[in-house]
């Protein structure tokens, strides 16, 4: 398990899209993990989750990202990839990826290491 290295971020105008990726020197997938997660912290607001892929390749979404948003999962390069399309100012925030333990359902808890996250900084 290592502490996984976000990137792909950047200055991106509304209506815009951007690649988020997520990788480490080893496997950033907790052997206790169920599923690898994005999540989102814009400033002065709680860390919150975006979206989530199981083990099994089973993807769920927030309500507000369905349609927009893409996770997938390469599991030969051990990386993590967020799609993003059709940017909105309020998503400019830090991206962070993590290995969860839980549930989508009842709930994730972080199970690996935080990385640094990457800066999303949609304009109008």
């Known amino acids: 398990q290592v502490q996984p290295v976000e990137s792909g971020g950047g200055l991106v105008q509304a209506g815009g899209s951007l690649r988020l990726s997520c990788s480490g020197s080893?496997?950033?997938?907790?052997?206790?993990?169920?599923?690898m997660a994005w999540y989102c912290q814009a400033e002065g607001n709680p860390r919150e989750l975006i979206a989530a892929i199981s083990r099994n390749g089973t993807t769920n979404y927030v309500d507000s990202v369905k349609g927009r948003f893409t996770i997938s999962r390469d599991n030969t390069k051990n990386t993590l990839h967020l799609q993003m399309d059709d940017l909105k100012p309020d998503e400019t925030a830090f991206y962070y990826c993590v290995s969860v333990g839980g549930t989508w359902d009842l709930g994730y808890y972080s199970v690996g290491y935080w990385g640094k996250g990457t800066l999303v900084n949609v304009t109008s």
């Open positions: 080893g496997s950033i997938f907790s052997s206790n993990a169920n599923a």
